[in-house]
Each structure stands twice: as C-alpha cells, then as structure tokens.
C-alpha cells in the first residue's frame, strides 16, 4: 500500500512538473527560436522553395524582436503572439537586390501580412491574411563553416 502511495504521489509530481513546463513554454512561445523557410504557398497552389532556405531565416528574440534574413538582405521588425494568433511591426529592411530567383519580395510581403502561427515539432506554419498564403518554416541550428574540417 505504502508503495501505491508514493507511486501516486511520483505520478502527481510528475503531472504537475509537466504542466509547469508546458505553461512555461507556451508562455515562452516563439522567443529564442529561429527557422529556416522552407516553403512559400500561395495563390493557385502555387509553391515557391528556396534554392538556399538558410538565407530565409526568422529569429525571435528577447522583447519581442525579430531578427530576419531575407536572401541578400538583412531585416527587423517587432513581433508580438497571443496563443496562435502572430503580428509583426514595425519591418525594416534593406533593399539590395538580389540575384534571381530571389524570394524576398513574397517572404517580406508575407511576413508583413502575418496573423497566425502554428507549431508542431520542427515545423513551424506562418499564415497570412489571405487563406492561400502561407509559409512553411523548420528549426534552424547555425553550423560553422571551419576551413579544413569536414
């Protein structure tokens, strides 16, 4: 009986740190993660993927910054995230021009329409004003690129 009980008060431990974490991570959300696009859809089930998804990368950062790389140029913006719902403000972004195909137009555009996000594992879905826009993301881990190392 007495190892029920402790079997019990284990189980009880347990749920109550698993629901501190879950809080905990949907408190966090977005912040301290960063993506590489994957896939851009659009309109007429038009899809658009990028030759170089690590040149198409969202980070979220602390206080609700944006740190955004858009094939040759360099963004910012603020974000901010009530469960799925996602805006993002105040975009700022050089404009160089990039060497075809570049997705920077469309990424910018649908970024600067964003209203939701999903998570599910290592993807993460944007989705814009439009219901047939919308942006594929997976986790991106930054790995340096060390002469002679293979």
Same mark, same amino acid.
């Given at each position: 009986m007495t190892m029920t009980k402790s079997t019990n008060k284990i189980a009880l431990l347990f749920t +109550?740190?698993?629901?501190? #974490?879950?809080?905990?991570?949907? +408190?966090?959300?977005?912040?301290?993660?960063?993506?590489?696009?994957?896939? =851009?859809?659009? #309109? %007429?089930?038009?899809? #658009?993927?990028?030759?170089n998804p690590e040149?198409?990368?969202?980070?979220?950062?602390m206080e609700n910054r944006l740190q955004i790389?858009? $094939?040759? %140029?360099q963004a910012g913006a603020t974000y901010d995230h009530q469960e799925e @719902?996602?805006?993002i403000t105040e975009l700022v972004t050089t404009?160089?021009?990039? =060497? +075809?195909? @570049?997705? #920077?137009?469309?990424? =910018?555009?649908n970024l600067e329409r964003a209203v939701s996000f999903t998570q599910s594992g290592d993807t993460l879905i944007v989705r814009t004003s439009s219901? @047939? $826009?919308w942006m594929e993301f997976e986790p991106y881990v930054f790995v340096p690129n060390i002469p002679g190392r293979n």
């Open positions: +109550a740190c698993l629901s501190l #974490f879950s809080s905990a991570t949907l +408190a966090q959300g977005l912040e301290n993660t960063s993506w590489q696009l994957v896939t =851009i859809h659009g #309109f %007429n089930d038009s899809v #658009f993927t990028p030759s040149s198409y990368l969202l980070r979220f950062r790389e858009a $094939d040759c %140029n @719902s996602l805006s404009r160089k021009l990039c =060497i +075809a195909p @570049s997705l #920077f137009n469309r990424y =910018i555009m219901d @047939s $826009d």
